[in-house]
């Protein structure tokens, strides 16, 4: 199985493909402060086709250059409250899908909140990241509670699409959209940043000796990895949600234990460009460097929660 999907990683972890991505808006960014503002813009508004998304993104980092000089100047300001109602103003009338721009700028006051206590979202999460910790599982479920409660003390328990952006394994979701985000903050290459790796520019706001390791990370599975996993043997459950992905992730280490989920872009790009069907096309799994240890099921994979 490793000498298939390193073929399938040479050919589609490219840099050129980025552009198919919503990581694609983190490149545009030199300062890490930006970039994590922007990653988790982008990971949690991953929902939906991709011009949807691309389209809601960019209306975002619009909306929040028209009132600031960057992102990260954005993120600080937000605490001041004459600053704060300027932003829900600007955000008054954005929309993705089923989440308001209310739900975005109370999500951008949470990151807010982590910077002031710890420095970056980074030493937030890693805070509660113990060092014999085997996956982000712990992590996420303590970051995601703590900040269900500082939005539940704004009030934001009103708005139930904005707890969407929220999703942790202790629900058995899958977390596609966190794990990606996870994902892009822990590895480092010409695609994913690594602003949480051992050698982040961030790492001064840190726990000392903490950072995050590829090893730990949990592939995102979504309706393309999910279903693709499942062809590949990877996976024998029917929902993709936490434990599927565990399982994923776990027959990922067989092919590389220190970073599993290096995969992960190269396996969705053969679902987002459409070049996986959804039952055996002779024509065209011919070409797939899979191909020879690919077989589809007679039934797709269902998501427990629309985070496609």
């Not at 073929?7 to 972890?13: K, S, V």
């Not at 605490?79 to 103003?89: D, G, I, L, S, W």
């Not at 602003?195 to 995102?220: D, N, Q």
């Not at 990895?225 to 992730?249: C, F, H, Q």
Request: with cysteine; net charge positive; glycine share 4%.
């Amino acid at each position: 199985m490793s000498d298939f999907l390193n073929r399938l990683f040479d050919e589609y972890h490219r840099d050129f493909l980025l552009s198919t991505d919503p990581l694609e808006f983190v490149h545009r960014y030199q300062d890490p402060r930006d970039r994590e503002v922007i990653a988790l813009i982008s990971a949690l508004l991953a929902y939906g086709n991709v011009r949807q998304i691309r389209s809601s993104i960019q209306n975002a980092i619009d909306r929040m250059s028209s009132i600031a000089t960057s992102p990260r100047e954005f993120i600080f300001h937000l605490q001041e409250p004459a600053f704060r109602r300027q932003a829900f103003k600007v955000f008054r009338d954005w929309v993705h899908r089923f989440n308001t721009g209310s739900d975005l700028v109370r999500l951008l006051e949470l990151l807010a909140r982590s910077w002031e206590r710890h420095g970056s979202l980074g030493g937030h999460f890693l805070s509660y990241k113990d060092p014999d910790d085997s996956d982000i599982e712990t992590a996420l479920n303590k970051l995601i509670a703590e900040w269900r409660s500082w939005a539940k003390a704004t009030g934001a328990a009103k708005h139930s699409s904005f707890y969407f952006f929220l999703t942790a394994p202790a629900s058995g979701s899958c977390c596609k959209r966190w794990c990606m985000f996870l994902r892009w903050m822990g590895r480092r290459d010409a695609l994913d940043p690594g602003l949480w790796c051992m050698e982040s520019p961030l790492l001064s706001t840190f726990p000392e000796g903490r950072y995050l390791r590829t090893a730990e990370l949990v592939i995102p599975l979504d309706t393309h990895t999910g279903r693709i996993s499942r062809y590949l043997g990877l996976t024998t459950r029917k929902n993709a949600d936490w434990k599927a992905a565990l399982e994923v992730t776990e027959r990922l280490r067989e092919c590389d234990p220190n970073d599993p989920v290096r995969y992960d872009f190269a396996i969705s790009r053969l679902g987002i460009l459409d070049l996986c069907q959804k039952s055996k096309n002779k024509e065209i799994c011919s070409r797939c460097p899979l191909d020879q240890v690919c077989t589809p099921p007679p039934l797709p994979l269902r998501l427990k929660e629309a985070e496609s």
